[in-house]
């Protein structure tokens, strides 16, 4: 069980736009910690995707943004492509703890 | 280019410890910008935080993980480990280490760079 809640799976059509949710609490995303996104290709490692939930590291396209607010964030991908389809992870921190969320699987229909 | 390389043994018997090397290369762990971490993910599952060792030597660490966990460094070789005791078949997955950057105005630093990941199988 992740301390972060996401959804196990969304899916979209080329184009659309799809959004992923990041739930967590008064003790971490609540408490005033960043919330970071990271995106993990298919047999790939996971890489920083957002950070300081909101800010894309260079190189990441535009059509990703990110979100927070009180204990939950979110990230959106517009214009979905099909290189898109991948494992979206949120993490944030409750003190000097990291948390993580339990990833969400984004297919491209 | 800073790039992190983990290496293990890939296969260890129930009971027995883990040690895992991350090899950083491009970089000192040295530098007080950064910190270290490891990440696990079990097979078909979600990533796991498991410690961060911090520029001063000292870590922190999951709380389900540690009593059996300890994460060090040995700067003179620029690597940092992880030791991980009495493991279990739940132990099994890929582990990651990955680098703490510098970003000014964050609360809670980021994994910024990320190893490419060592298979860990626990069997007898």
């Known amino acids: 069980q992740s301390v972060l809640t996401q959804p196990p799976s969304v899916s979209g059509a080329p184009g659309q736009k799809v959004t992923i949710s990041c739930t967590g609490s008064n003790s971490n995303i609540g408490a005033g910690y960043d919330v970071h996104w990271y995106q993990q290709l298919p047999g790939t490692a996971p890489k920083l995707l957002i950070y300081g939930n909101k800010y894309r590291p260079s190189g990441v396209p535009d059509r990703f943004s990110a979100s927070k607010s009180g204990t939950s964030a979110s990230l959106a991908i517009t214009g979905l492509q099909a290189e898109d389809e991948a494992d979206y992870y949120c993490q944030s921190y409750a003190g000097s703890l990291s948390v993580f969320g339990g990833g969400t699987k984004v297919t491209v229909l | 280019q800073l790039q992190l390389q983990e290496s293990g043994p890939g296969l260890v018997k129930p009971s027995e410890t883990l040690s895992l090397t991350c090899v950083v290369s491009g970089d000192s762990i040295s530098n007080s910008d950064y910190s270290w971490g490891w990440i696990r993910q079990p097979p078909g599952r979600g990533l796991e935080w498991i410690g961060t060792?911090?520029?001063?030597?000292?870590?922190s660490y999951n709380p389900s993980l540690k009593s059996r966990v300890t994460i060090s460094a040995d700067t003179s070789k620029n690597e940092f480990s992880l030791r991980l005791t009495s493991v279990t078949a739940a132990d099994t997955g890929v582990y990651y280490c990955a680098r703490r950057g510098r970003f000014l105005l964050v609360v809670g630093v980021p994994f910024d760079l990320w190893g490419q990941g060592s298979l860990l199988t626990v069997s007898s």
């Open positions: 060792i911090y520029h001063s030597g000292t870590a």
